[in-house]
């Protein structure tokens, strides 16, 4: 069956910078998008970018450049999403999600919280 | 960008009772929206895509419709388990904006 599993929970220091992973198991990693979502507490759901893992393609929100950076390691299936220069403001919880028609399986997303 | 705006933003209904949610996009995005339902504490889960198809698995009194900029959510005979928070999401234009959700309680 397709699962998607996150990191665990990361505590980071404003200015930092953190990388959370996405390993993707029960399909073909190669041949579906990877999609990345912020969501706040609280607040809804932000999309980041997505990449496709087959030739390493990208796209993003133009809010997150230079924010976030979308990776894929083939041979680990797993996807990757670091975030640099880090703030408050981007103290929340990420998933990713693997799309189809729609973004049809989650991961159980990665809490961040960016605190002193 | 393309501005998803989702109505109501909150919504109680009874046991049985018909709801629907709607959401209204800021241009044409021709049938690429989504239906999310997010229970507390849990990752998004996909109901609709292409506007009125139906998710592997989800329950059929949960439908889809809508065209052009207009689109929405019904649940028939609504269930215990319905309680959630409902989003939707525009697929035609990169960044893929997701409307600000409904909150469903139950009355």
Redesign the interface.
Same mark, same amino acid.
């Given at each position: 069956q397709v699962q998607l599993q996150q990191s665990g929970a990361e505590l980071v220091k404003p200015g930092s910078s953190v990388k959370i992973s996405c390993k993707a198991s029960g399909y073909t990693f190669t041949s579906y998008d990877m999609?990345w979502i912020k969501q706040q507490p609280g607040n809804?759901?932000?999309?980041i970018g997505w990449i496709y893992p087959g030739n390493g393609n990208t796209?993003y929100?133009?809010?997150f450049n230079g924010k976030a950076t979308l990776t894929a390691d083939k041979s680990s299936s797993t996807a990757y999403m670091q975030l640099s220069g880090l703030t408050s403001e981007d103290s929340a919880v990420y998933?990713c999600?693997r799309?189809l028609?729609?973004?049809?399986y989650?991961?159980?997303?990665v809490m961040v919280t960016v605190s002193s | 960008d393309i501005q998803m705006t989702q109505s109501p933003a909150s919504l109680s209904a009874s046991l049985g009772e018909t709801v629907t949610i709607e959401c209204l996009a800021s241009e044409d995005i021709y049938s690429n929206l989504?239906w999310?339902q997010q229970k507390p504490g849990k @990752? =998004?889960?996909?109901l609709?895509?292409?506007a009125n198809?139906l998710?592997d698995g989800v329950p059929s009194r949960f439908s889809g419709s809508g065209s052009g900029t207009q689109y929405s959510l019904k649940i028939n005979s609504l269930q215990s388990e319905d309680v959630s928070i409902y989003?939707c999401?525009q697929?035609y234009d @990169? =960044?893929?904006?997701?409307?600000?959700?409904t909150k469903l309680e139950l009355k």
């Open positions: 999609h809804g759901l932000e999309w796209k929100n133009q809010k998933f999600a799309r028609t729609g973004l049809d989650w991961g159980q997303g | 989504a999310y @990752s =998004p889960q996909l609709i895509y292409y198809s998710n989003f999401q697929n @990169s =960044p893929y904006t997701f409307g600000a959700g």
